[in-house]
């Protein structure tokens, strides 16, 4: 099972945006030297804790930065844009990499709705229908120049050297995604950090009823999971209480704070409250969303997690206050699955 690299670019209070991508930069060419297949930038809106609503902007100083790792969005919410204009700029990043470039597509707004209807690419009365299934396949008509005859943007030319639609996946935290993935025959990663609830149902279907595709003969499956490693047990739950309270806030509407250091988290996650939390998912979940512990701790429970859904990728999220305590996280979880840039460069696909 390969392992990847999921980053939501957290922003630590006490800092803004310029540090958290500093951050980002430096974990990207972390990954690269320590053999992590892939990294993916997530796409988020008006977060004062998360600085990430332009991934393809960070993708593009990580092609120069970066010599192996595979760069992605994880992903780009494709009902904001036009189809034309993300194909024209993940050529330009194809292009940048070296052919080193995913494409991870989400349905969801990635804010508010608010957000959503700033970000509208048209402002109307009333819902706008959902064209997300039509916006794919006009998408990956770009990449593949395989537009009907009589369809007008057959005229419209890309560059020969233009990736292919086989750089194209489907994220998702929903069975829309899933049985949507399989019926396309695409990739798939599950965001089991976000919600778990579906995981394996989501993961099972797409498996089971994949078609195969022009680029993909079988299902390729990856979920997204948070992880802090540590030396030992007691570090790795201090440190994780900042991504358990910024988990919280964002579920409860109030992510606009920066991440708060662990101390202050600590205070703030009311032992009463927290018990009746961690209770609750624990029913309603079947693995937690966040795993804590020592190195051999997370390896082991990531290997049973991907034994049990026959997962072929995991995308690692790890949010920490301090960056260099999550640069550590990413070094022990390397050593623990035995990572090599030599031994991953040859399956980076």
């Avoid at 904001?80 to 990043?93: D, I, Q, R």
């Avoid at 349905?107 to 508010?112: E, H, W």
Wanted: glycine residues 6%; contains cysteine.
């Amino acid at each position: 099972m390969k392992l990847s690299v999921l980053d939501q670019s957290p922003v630590s209070a006490g800092s803004g945006i310029a540090e958290a991508l500093e951050a980002s930069i430096q974990l990207a060419k972390l990954a690269d030297r320590l053999g992590y297949t892939r990294y993916w930038a997530a796409e988020h809106h008006a977060l004062n804790s998360l600085a990430s609503p332009a991934p393809e902007i960070l993708l593009a100083r990580l092609a120069g930065e970066t010599r192996r790792i595979r760069l992605g969005s994880g992903g780009i919410m494709l009902p904001h844009y036009s189809a034309l204009k993300v194909a024209e700029v993940f050529t330009m990043l194809h292009a940048l990499s070296g052919g080193r470039i995913d494409l991870g597509l989400g349905r969801a707004p990635g804010g508010s709705p608010l957000e959503a209807y700033a970000l509208r690419r048209e402002r109307r009365d009333g819902a706008l229908p959902d064209d997300f299934p039509d916006q794919v396949a006009e998408l990956m008509s770009y990449f593949e120049q395989d537009f009907r005859a009589d369809h007008p943007f057959r005229r419209i030319k890309m560059p020969a050297d233009r990736p292919d639609a086989s750089i194209i996946w489907l994220l998702g935290s929903s069975m829309w995604s899933a049985v949507a993935a399989a019926q396309w025959g695409l990739p798939y990663a599950f965001a089991h950090f976000f919600s778990g609830e579906h995981t394996r149902a989501a993961v099972t279907h797409y498996r089971s009823r994949f078609v195969p595709s022009k680029h993909h003969s079988k299902p390729y499956s990856s979920i997204a999971v948070s992880v802090i490693c540590a030396p030992d047990q007691q570090e790795a739950e201090f440190l994780a209480s900042s991504a358990r309270l910024l988990r919280r806030r964002l579920h409860t509407g109030a992510g606009l704070t920066p991440l708060a250091p662990p101390h202050e988290a600590m205070r703030e996650l009311d032992a009463a409250a927290a018990a009746h939390a961690a209770a609750h998912a624990a029913a309603a979940n079947e693995w937690p969303a966040l795993i804590a512990g020592t190195p051999l701790q997370v390896r082991d429970a990531l290997r049973q997690i991907g034994q049990a859904l026959q997962l072929d990728e995991m995308h690692v999220v790890t949010i920490t206050f301090d960056p260099a305590a999550r640069l550590r996280s990413y070094e022990l979880l390397a050593d623990a699955f035995e990572l090599s840039a030599a031994g991953q460069n040859a399956a980076n696909t």
